[in-house]
């Protein structure tokens, strides 16, 4: 899934901290505001059609200066005159070790998740990887070797312009061989929908809010109009989706 921003909240807060919109994302949080004791930090994603995954995380403030005491160990015997050194730690002054900044882990656990889902989505040879380790309920949803070929009179030309909107506009949630994400998008390859031409190019134009059941599962992702797309284009995806990935309904009239 497409990251389209990440909201971080402070105890609890109505407003946002902060909104990140563009990785690589990053934010910076100055202890010094904040009052010593503990606090939760709240790291809200938001994906692009719908869908968020929310993650919580306590830590504790503590920018009360630390007194260090130097030529006198703790338990230690002296005798005559002892000279000490006495220092008071500054907030301006880095601190060894350098105090865990929890945002920095959350950040980069997105980053590192959304990397790994890219690849996944997007990369040929990792679809050859799910498709030898993947328990077959997880195939479900691929269609199978030698599956149904176009119907007769699917224009080739529409099917090309249609696959190339296709891995532009979809692939990213519903899969470059239309597998779909379990509980969030559904699959196209034998996706019962897909036979109503009239019903495929509303949702196409106008998208579609709500669950979704295919084959007995639901999805809850939410897909977007898309508005930039002209009537013919929506024409050609239409096309392409309902005679891939083991589909076989014809062409969209």
């Known amino acids: 899934?497409?990251?389209?921003?990440?909201?971080?909240?402070?105890?609890?807060?109505?407003?946002?901290?902060?909104?990140?919109?563009?990785?690589?994302?990053?934010?910076?949080?100055?202890?010094?505001?904040?009052?010593?004791?503990?606090?939760?930090?709240?790291?809200?994603?938001?994906?692009?059609?719908?869908?968020?995954?929310?993650?919580?995380?306590?830590?504790?403030?503590?920018?009360?200066?630390?007194?260090?005491?130097?030529?006198l160990d703790e338990g230690g015997e002296v005798a005559g005159e002892?000279?000490?050194?006495?220092?008071?730690?500054?907030?301006?002054?880095?601190?060894?070790?350098?105090?865990?900044?929890?945002?920095?882990?959350?950040?980069?656990?997105?980053?590192?998740?959304?990397?790994?889902?890219?690849?996944f989505a997007l990369s040929p040879a990792a679809e050859k990887i799910v498709a030898e380790v993947a328990p077959p309920a997880a195939q479900e949803a691929k269609a199978p070797e030698g599956g149904a070929q176009p119907a007769a009179?699917?224009?080739?030309?529409?099917?090309?312009?249609?696959?190339?909107?296709?891995?532009?506009?979809?692939?990213a949630c519903h899969g470059a061989?239309?597998?779909?994400?379990?509980?969030?998008?559904?699959?196209?390859?034998?996706?019962?929908?897909?036979?109503d031409a009239n019903h495929i190019l509303n949702v196409l134009k106008n998208g579609l809010q709500g669950p979704l059941t295919v084959n007995g599962k639901t999805y809850n992702g939410q897909m977007p109009a898309f508005p930039q797309l002209s009537d013919a284009d929506h024409k050609a995806v239409a096309t392409y989706i309902r005679n891939s990935f083991g589909n076989s309904f014809g062409p969209v009239q």
Request: aromatic share 8%.
């Open 153 to 171: 009179g699917v224009d080739p030309a529409l099917m090309e312009k249609g696959k190339a909107i296709y891995e532009a506009n979809c692939a």
């Open 1 to 71: 899934m497409v990251v389209d921003r990440i909201e971080v909240y402070l105890d609890g807060t109505e407003e946002p901290l902060a909104v990140l919109k563009e990785p690589p994302y990053r934010l910076k949080l100055d202890t010094r505001k904040i009052p010593d004791g503990e606090h939760t930090l709240k790291v809200v994603t938001h994906f692009r059609g719908g869908g968020q995954e929310i993650r919580e995380i306590t830590f504790t403030v503590n920018n009360y200066p630390d007194v260090l005491v130097v030529g």
């Open 82 to 119: 002892v000279e000490l050194r006495l220092a008071v730690g500054e907030p301006e002054l880095p601190v060894e070790p350098v105090r865990f900044n929890p945002i920095w882990y959350a950040v980069a656990l997105v980053v590192v998740l959304g990397g790994i889902w890219a690849y």
């Open 177 to 195: 061989n239309g597998q779909g994400v379990p509980g969030a998008f559904p699959p196209l390859a034998g996706n019962p929908h897909l036979a």
